[in-house]
Nanobody, 127 residues
C-alpha cells in the first residue's frame, strides 16, 4: 500500500494550489482518505477527508472551510485537495492518509484513525 502526495509549491497569499494523492496497492474508493498538515513546531492536524464511495460525505477543519475542497477520482485511484485563497497560516507539509480499518467514522480528522500515510508535500504561502 502506497500513497503519493504531490502538487505542493510556493504561492502568494490569495493564490491557489491543487494537491494530488495517488493511491496504489488498494482501491481508494473503499476507504476514507484524508489530508493532514504539519507546520514547523506544531502538531499534525487534520484538514479534510472524504468518506469511502459507499458512504460519501466530506469533513473539513474550521480553518479551511469555504477555501479548500476535497474530491476523488475513482478511475484514477486518486484524491485531490483544491486550496483557494491561501493564507500564510496554511504553510505546512501536507500529507495524505488512508483509513483501511474503518476507524475514521467516529473521528474523521484524527491522526490515529489513519493507518497508511504518504510522504508529504511542502506548501509555502508568502505574504
Amino acid at each position: 500500500v502506497q500513497l503519493q502526495a504531490s502538487g505542493g509549491g510556493l504561492v502568494q497569499a490569495g493564490g491557489s494550489l491543487r494537491l494530488s494523492c495517488t493511491v496504489s496497492g488498494f482501491t481508494s474508493a473503499y476507504s476514507t482518505i484524508a489530508w493532514f498538515r504539519q507546520a514547523p513546531g506544531k502538531e499534525r492536524e487534520g484538514v479534510a477527508c472524504i468518506i469511502d464511495t459507499s458512504g460519501g460525505g466530506t469533513y473539513y477543519a474550521d480553518a479551511v472551510k469555504g477555501r479548500f475542497t476535497i474530491s476523488r477520482d475513482n478511475a484514477k485511484n486518486s484524491v485531490f485537495l483544491q486550496m483557494n485563497n491561501l493564507e500564510p497560516e496554511d504553510t505546512a507539509v501536507y500529507y495524505c492518509a488512508a483509513d483501511t480499518r474503518v476507524m475514521s467514522a467516529m473521528y474523521p480528522l484524527t491522526r490515529a484513525s489513519y493507518d497508511y500515510w504518504g510522504q508529504g508535500t511542502q506548501v509555502t504561502v508568502s505574504s
